[in-house]
């Protein structure tokens, strides 16, 4: 979730920290222009990609521990079989 003016952004930062009831972090809330505007940096895109994608390699590593990229493929292989006869 990419917060952009203002705010507030209260219930987003409670979001990305006490979401309850999942199974892993699957949501990251990046305030763009508290990212972008005080800091000195040479390429605020660069650093805001970089706070917005940071959570997703310890994303991956949950989705694969608790195997639901592979429940995943085998839900979509299901849908994709053709019906089978019954007579």
């Known amino acids: 979730m990419i917060g952009v003016g203002d705010g507030p952004f209260d219930l987003m930062r409670e979001f990305d920290d006490h979401l309850p009831q999942r199974k892993f972090d699957n949501f990251q809330f990046c305030h763009y222009e ?3 505007s005080h800091l000195v940096t040479r390429n605020p895109d660069a650093c805001f990609a970089m706070n917005a994608l940071m959570e997703i390699p310890d994303q991956y590593e ?3 521990k608790l195997q639901l990229v592979s429940q995943l493929r085998r ?3 299901r849908r ?8």
């Open 80 to 87: 994709q079989q053709p019906p089978q006869d019954t007579e």
């Open 34 to 36: 508290a990212v972008t």
């Open 62 to 64: 949950a989705v694969v």
């Open 75 to 77: 839900q979509a292989r």
